[in-house]
């Protein structure tokens, strides 16, 4: 059973920065596409970054310009990394990575267990 394992969070001050790393433990093939997740206290998850096999990026409006998402899938490892500058208090959550995969006729979905980010004003 593949784990994805986060970590790089922490507290950070308002406009400082954080980098969080999520690595499979095992590498994963036929990705679709790997992303970061978040979900803060009282609302729903929700995607921030996401990237595909081919490279393509897309963010949530609210982190545009600050937060740069960014893989690596080598022959030995599965790793996704989320780098996230000017940090606002509006980004404390919990951040969860995740890969989706696929070989037809199956989907694959894994999920990170969670690396908390508190930003304080």
């Known amino acids: 059973q593949v784990q994805l394992v986060e970590s790089g969070g922490g507290l950070v001050q308002a406009g400082g920065s954080l980098r969080l790393s999520c690595a499979a433990s095992e590498r994963i093939f036929n990705i679709n596409a790997m992303g970061w997740y978040r979900q803060a206290p009282g609302k729903q998850r929700e995607l921030v970054a996401a990237?595909?096999?081919?490279?393509?990026?897309?963010?949530a409006d609210s982190v545009k310009g600050r937060f740069t998402i960014s893989k690596d899938n080598a022959k030995t490892k599965t790793t996704v990394y989320l780098q996230m500058n000017s940090l606002k208090p509006e980004d404390t959550a919990v951040y969860y990575c995740n890969v989706r995969a696929a070989t037809w006729p199956y989907e694959y979905d894994y999920w990170g267990q969670g690396t908390q980010v508190t930003v304080s004003s």
């Open positions: 990237i595909t096999s081919g490279g393509n990026t897309n963010y």
